[in-house]
């Protein structure tokens, strides 16, 4: 379930870009960059609490890491593709 929360923020995340970028008159393109760094960085985070807090292996968290990540981003990637 808490993987299922954090993919939502993610997609929240890539809103909450979309919506800043437009209202600072960027480009679409600007925005998929700064939400994939973001979301970079907030799923690494992610993965580093997983291992050093509550004890998985990188190992085991890797394919949570990936999940987490490509979800969000490939959909803000294929979004970006298709409409802009």
């Known amino acids: 379930m808490r993987t299922v929360i954090i993919i939502l923020a993610g997609f929240l995340l890539w809103g909450a870009c979309v919506g800043v970028i437009r209202l600072v008159s960027g480009s679409p393109k600007t925005a998929m960059f700064v939400f994939l760094g973001l979301w ?45």
Not at 60 to 75: K, R
């Open 40 to 84: 970079f960085a907030a799923a690494a985070a992610n993965m580093w609490i997983g291992v050093s807090q509550a004890g998985y292996s990188v190992r085991e968290e890797l394919p949570i890491f990936l999940l987490i990540f490509l979800v969000p981003a490939a959909a803000a990637v294929l979004v970006n593709w298709k409409f802009n």
